[in-house]
């Protein structure tokens, strides 16, 4: 299986919180900055943080994302190769970003390459397109702080909700959630859901592929590169017997623009992608485990 063996150069060479499901705590609007090499969980220093944000066409949506920003270690966007201002936008807010070109295509793809170039502690996905909400991202934090392996955004649990999901894409999703916790022994309330964090010791479980070249097969991409990497992720945190704990989290619309997810032909890759990942004899038993009635995985 492919691995993340190597960071992605960016694309100028030197260019250079807790809540457990049960509680919903006042975000804080600033994150620790305090350096560490590796901050395990109540070792007493303070995690660094870094936010990837996968970017296609978002130059409208950026400033209201950027805006919304706590303070954090860095931030990494991964341009998808965007033909209007994303990039430019993205420097021009935030002259201290990182830019990463990925290597293929796709959301997917996009991930495993901001996850390889992330240097911090503590890695979170966001989108660029102000649906998920960079306020919350202490919340998230304080969770991977309070214990957790993996931090999961949860839009159908306790003080969750959607503003942008169509009633096609619930329905799937939870017929897609209801069939992982039965195949895999999980608890998640909410499979396809792209905002995570979890510690960057832990993104070996992942197994992503930041460095093959794209395939020559007729969309270039490669097996997770697409939108099935949440459930993918979803799918072997689970397997590798992370403490998972679901984070409420509320999902505004996307602000300009069009989702690039297509419910049909992107739910099937969902369901291909639990088809192949679904190995009975390999799975943990242990994952059913659950602990303070809050953890999903
Ligand atoms: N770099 C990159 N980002 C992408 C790609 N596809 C989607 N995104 C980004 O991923 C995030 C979620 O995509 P979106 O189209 O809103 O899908 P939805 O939220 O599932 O409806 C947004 O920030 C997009 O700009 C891609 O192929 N490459
Ligand atoms: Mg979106």
């Given at each position: 299986?492919?691995?993340?063996?190597?960071?992605?150069s960016d694309e100028?060479?030197?260019e250079?919180g807790a809540?457990?499901?049960t509680?919903?705590?006042?975000?804080?609007?600033?994150?620790?900055?305090h350096?560490?090499?590796a901050a395990?969980p109540?070792?007493?220093t303070?995690?660094?943080?870094?936010?990837?944000?996968?970017?296609l066409?978002?130059?409208?949506?950026?400033?209201?994302v950027?805006?919304r920003?706590?303070?954090v270690?860095e931030?990494v966007?991964?341009d998808?190769g965007?033909?209007?201002d994303?990039v430019?936008?993205a420097?021009r807010l935030r002259?201290?970003?990182?830019v990463?070109?990925?290597?293929?295509?796709?959301?997917?793809n996009?991930?495993a390459?901001?996850?390889?170039a992330?240097t911090?502690?503590?890695?979170v996905?966001?989108?660029a397109d102000?649906?998920?909400?960079?306020?919350?991202?202490?919340?998230?934090v304080?969770?991977l702080?309070?214990?957790a392996d993996?931090?999961?955004?949860?839009?159908?649990?306790p003080?969750g909700?959607?503003?942008d999901?169509t009633?096609?894409?619930r329905?799937?999703n939870?017929?897609?959630s209801?069939?992982?916790?039965?195949?895999?022994?999980?608890r998640?309330?909410?499979?396809c859901?792209?905002?995570?964090?979890?510690?960057?010791?832990?993104?070996h479980v992942f197994?992503l592929?930041s460095?093959?070249?794209?395939?020559?097969n007729?969309d270039?991409?490669?097996w997770g590169?697409?939108?099935e990497?949440?459930?993918?992720l979803n799918l072997r945190?689970?397997?590798?017997?992370l403490?998972i704990v679901?984070?409420?989290?509320?999902?505004?619309?996307?602000?300009h623009?069009?989702?690039?997810?297509n419910?049909?032909?992107?739910g099937m890759?969902v369901?291909?992608?639990i088809?192949?990942?679904?190995?009975p004899?390999?799975?943990n038993?242990a994952k059913t485990?659950?602990r303070?009635?809050a953890?999903?995985?």
């Amino acid at each position: 299986m492919p691995t993340v063996d190597r960071v992605l150069s960016d694309e100028t060479a030197d260019e250079t919180g807790a809540e457990r499901s049960t509680v919903h705590r006042p975000i804080a609007h600033r994150l620790p900055t305090h350096r560490s090499a590796a901050a395990p969980p109540g070792a007493g220093t303070e995690p660094t943080v870094s936010v990837i944000v996968p970017a296609l066409n978002e130059a409208r949506n950026l400033p209201h994302v950027f805006a919304r920003l706590p303070e954090v270690d860095e931030i990494v966007l991964v341009d998808g190769g965007s033909t209007d201002d994303t990039v430019a936008v993205a420097r021009r807010l935030r002259p201290d970003i990182r830019v990463v070109r990925q290597n293929r295509r796709g959301k997917g793809n996009a991930l495993a390459c901001g996850f390889a170039a992330a240097t911090g502690d503590i890695i979170v996905m966001i989108d660029a397109d102000g649906s998920t909400d960079p306020l919350e991202i202490p919340s998230f934090v304080q969770t991977l702080r309070a214990g957790a392996d993996f931090a999961k955004g949860s839009r159908f649990g306790p003080r969750g909700g959607s503003a942008d999901i169509t009633r096609l894409r619930r329905a799937g999703n939870k017929c897609l959630s209801v069939l992982v916790n039965a195949l895999f022994g999980t608890r998640y309330s909410d499979l396809c859901y792209g905002y995570n964090a979890f510690w960057a010791r832990h993104l070996h479980v992942f197994a992503l592929d930041s460095t093959s070249p794209a395939p020559d097969n007729a969309d270039g991409r490669l097996w997770g590169d697409g939108f099935e990497i949440e459930t993918l992720l979803n799918l072997r945190a689970a397997r590798a017997d992370l403490d998972i704990v679901e984070v409420p989290s509320f999902e505004h619309s996307r602000i300009h623009g069009v989702s690039n997810l297509n419910a049909f032909t992107d739910g099937m890759r969902v369901l291909r992608t639990i088809a192949r990942e679904w190995r009975p004899r390999q799975r943990n038993a242990a994952k059913t485990e659950v602990r303070d009635g809050a953890r999903v995985g």
